[in-house]
């Protein structure tokens, strides 16, 4: 064999089987093969075990697949490349022409894109409600057979709360689908309401330090494999390495969590005591309109805190730009602390009567707490604020 050819079939190394690596290896291989025709026809028609085409599976895909779907309290997660792909994919797959859909005005800006222009191409027609309408909700739900209604909660920016019950007990009553995105609350809450699907971004939580995108679909095993045969075909895949490097953040998701909250709930306090602040949003804080159903709701609240300066644009953004601690970027679940100022929030397209129903104005700054000291993060938001004011 000469070295042109032996580097391209390099010796095996076998780790024996009582010899286990603590954390499992990156499977970074597209193809796996079986020594027998046969054998790989046999995995091919679902009656053995194993791997093939990365596009299809792949074990670092599916020790994550496994971990996610055990937290959520489901059966199965099917990973793509990033939150939106889970969306998309969801929706596509489980949607046909002449279905109808239920979105909301607070829903993820891409959300409403992908009911409101995807789907729509494709003959599906969509009602975008408030996730407050709940009599809306339940006229829309009677008056029209709905295929699915997708919701968030909390939901962004401004962390309204849905009332799952609510919307999965009407949903259910009439023959339609909840796909829940999830991504603010975390894989550890609402496993134990009545949703088919949740959707999670891992880009955020998951992964927690904001270099690596994915997304998981999470659901029974009937639907998973459903959904699966389709979004297979329009292949979103995740990338081995991606998959390792989440599976690496979920072995701290809980910590920083949990320290996220509680900073969270420490910035947001602090800000619903100054003077320059109108209004908070964090459904932690017993003045939040939907706290008691938050409580009732989910185990902790999140790190996501909005609130409505004095004034509106001009120190929303010069507020934001004075602070040192907060990048002023997208996305939200990262260890470091992020801010988005009220010129870089989305509603731009809403009706006049959408916009006031989003509770989105023109001081509304977002802010993604994350695991610094909360007396840093204060002390940080106490000078950005009075700097926003100096004329
Ligand atoms: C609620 C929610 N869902 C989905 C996404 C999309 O996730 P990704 O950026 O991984 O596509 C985001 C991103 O900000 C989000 O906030």
């Known amino acids: 064999m000469t070295n042109n050819t032996f580097v391209n079939h390099p010796p095996e190394v076998v780790v024996p089987d009582d010899n286990r690596p603590l954390v499992a290896p990156i499977y970074q291989s597209v193809k796996f093969s079986f020594d027998d025709p046969a054998e790989t026809l046999r995995f091919l028609r679902g009656e053995r075990a194993g791997f093939f085409y990365s596009r299809t599976s792949n074990p670092t895909l599916r020790q994550l697949e496994l971990t996610l779907a055990q937290i959520q309290g489901r059966g199965d997660c099917l990973l793509v490349g990033s939150g939106v792909a889970t969306i998309a994919a969801t929706l596509l797959a489980l949607c046909k022409q002449g279905d109808h859909v239920l979105a909301f005005i607070e829903s993820y800006g891409p959300t409403r894109y992908i009911v409101q222009h995807l789907l729509a191409k494709y003959g599906v027609t969509h009602s975008l409600l408030s996730i407050e309408d709940l009599a809306g909700i339940e006229r829309v739900l009677d008056a029209s057979p709905t295929r ?68 998981a679909i999470i659901a029974d095993a009937a639907l998973i494999d459903r959904i699966r045969k389709d979004v297979v075909s329009m292949g979103p895949t995740l990338d081995p390495h991606a998959a390792f490097l989440i599976q690496r953040g979920m072995r701290t998701y809980f910590l920083r969590y949990e320290r996220e909250c509680a900073n969270a709930l420490a910035v947001s306090r602090f800000l619903h005591s100054h003077a320059r602040v109108k209004r908070v949003f964090y459904p932690g804080l017993e003045t939040h309109p939907q706290h008691a159903l938050a409580k009732r709701q989910m185990k902790d609240f999140g790190s996501v805190v909005s609130f409505e300066v004095d004034g509106g644009l001009e120190e929303g953004n010069r507020f934001a730009q004075a602070l040192r601690l907060f990048s002023i970027t997208p996305s939200v679940g990262s260890t470091e602390s992020l801010v988005m100022p009220p010129q870089l929030l989305g509603g731009q397209e809403f009706t006049a009567a959408q916009r006031a129903a989003s509770l989105i104005g023109r001081g509304t700054v977002r802010l993604s707490i994350g695991i610094e000291d909360a007396t840093d993060l204060t002390a940080d938001l106490a000078q950005a604020l009075d700097a926003a004011f100096v004329t």
């Open 148 to 215: 699915l209604v997708v919701f968030e909660s909390p939901t962004n920016p401004v962390t309204k709360i849905a009332d799952i019950e609510h919307l999965t007990t009407h949903a259910r009553r009439t023959g339609c689908l909840t796909v829940m995105d999830n991504t603010f609350a975390g894989f550890h809450n609402h496993g134990a309401y009545d949703v088919d699907v949740f959707l999670h971004s891992l880009t955020k939580y998951a992964s927690g330090h904001g270099d690596v995108m994915g997304g």
